[in-house]
């Protein structure tokens, strides 16, 4: 069975404080994704990673995979009450079913 | 920017009734999916359909379940008489490869 873990599962931080929040597995898998969900809607992509050791930015977020692509993080920098959400990391083996983790649920406090 | 739809948004039903519930993936995937996410739980995966047959299911992918895909853009999971416990939230995905991208759900209440 694969488990991904994320941790912190609630982080509440102040306004400008930069953040990571971890996503661990003991599987492998080809790419990890990363989501945002806001209730009652959707997950939104947010990344993929799909190389060991890659790191992509999206404006004040940095995502990076792990050299052994069983874990990712997620730092942002000068968090802003925009980015409070919950954020979902999900690895994949291909076009296989995405493996969510638990969750963390991120607020902002202005 | 092209979206994953889903109908309806709501749906409420009677325990032991069945319901339908659509989906139209990006026009140009191939590989649809199916998750539910109960409240408070984690996204939870279903099935997935490739080439106009399942892929995998799950465990929770019972006989009280089935997918099709009609036509060339709608993708649907029927849920023959259903349970309390199946009231959750219902999300279609669809890919091209290894990017799942989700529609908004249909949230079925069973009373």
């Known amino acids: 069975t694969q488990l991904l873990e994320q941790s912190p599962q609630f982080l509440s931080i102040q306004e400008g404080e930069n953040l990571t929040v971890y996503c661990n597995s003991s599987?492998?898998?080809?790419?990890l994704q990363w989501y945002r969900q806001e209730p009652g809607e959707g997950p939104v992509l947010l990344v993929t990673v799909v190389t060991g050791g890659e790191v992509k930015k999206l404006k004040r977020l940095t995502f990076q995979f792990g050299d052994a692509r069983k874990d990712s993080s997620l730092h942002i920098t000068a968090a802003q009450p925009g980015d409070t959400g919950l954020y979902l990391c999900?690895?994949?083996?291909?076009?296989?079913?995405?493996?969510f983790g638990t969750g963390t649920r991120l607020t902002i406090i202005p | 920017e092209p979206e994953v739809t889903q109908t309806p948004s709501h749906q409420v039903t009677q325990m032991g009734q069945e319901v339908i519930l659509r989906c139209v993936p990006i026009?140009?995937?191939?590989?649809f999916y199916w998750y539910r996410q109960i409240l408070g739980q984690k996204v939870e995966f279903l099935v997935s359909?490739?080439?106009?047959?399942?892929?995998?299911k799950s465990e929770i992918f019972d006989d009280q379940f089935s997918v099709e895909r009609p036509d060339g853009s709608n993708f649907t999971l029927k849920i023959r008489s259903t349970k309390l416990e199946d009231s959750a939230m219902y999300f279609c995905?669809?890919?091209?490869?290894?990017?799942?991208?989700f529609g908004p759900g249909t949230r079925l209440t069973v009373l």
């Open positions: 999900a690895g994949a083996r291909g076009n296989e079913k995405l493996t």
């Open positions: 359909f490739y080439n106009n047959e399942i892929s995998e």
């Open positions: 026009s140009n995937h191939l590989y």
């Open positions: 995905a669809s890919s091209a490869y290894n990017e799942q991208f």
């Open positions: 599987s492998v898998f080809s790419s």
